[in-house]
Nanobody, 124 residues
Framework: VQLQASGGGLVQAGGSLRLSCAAS????????ITWFRQAPGKEREGVSH????????YYTDSVKGRFTISRDNAKNTVYLQMNSLKPEDTAVYYC??????????????????WGQGTLVTVSS
């Protein structure tokens, strides 16, 4: 089982990036996938979640309307499209696999496999 996160980089405020989380060793469709992020000196926070066997999605308030999570079942990959990026979005972004109950999707301890992280830097 492996998750490979990619797509981070340096972008100016207002710009866009698309992160990818490619899964191997399991069918990603059957699991919930969450994007977490951790900024320097801050706790890890859940950014967005897509439920397993579903297209239902969830977002933390600070990214609603700007970020979109999606899944390509044929490519066994989850994406995070990030638009209108702000300097406060700067963080290392991780994808993680789990089967949390809906109300706990942002609880990091409920996830068993994690990608290695990809750095997103938004300049002002």
């Amino acid at each position: 089982v492996q998750l490979q996160a990619s797509g981070g980089g340096l972008v100016q405020a207002g710009g866009s990036l698309r992160l990818s989380c490619a899964a191997s060793g399991f069918r990603l469709y059957y699991y919930g996938i969450t994007w977490f992020r951790q900024a320097p000196g801050k706790e890890r926070e859940g950014v967005s979640h897509i439920r397993g066997s579903s297209t239902t999605t969830y977002y933390t308030d600070s990214v609603k309307g700007r970020f979109t999570i999606s899944r390509d079942n044929a490519k066994n990959t989850v994406y995070l499209q990030m638009n209108s990026l702000k300097p406060e979005d700067t963080a290392v972004y991780y994808c993680a696999r789990g089967r949390p109950v809906t109300s706990a999707w942002s609880t990091s301890s409920l996830y068993d496999y994690w990608g290695q992280g990809t750095l997103v830097t938004v300049s002002s």
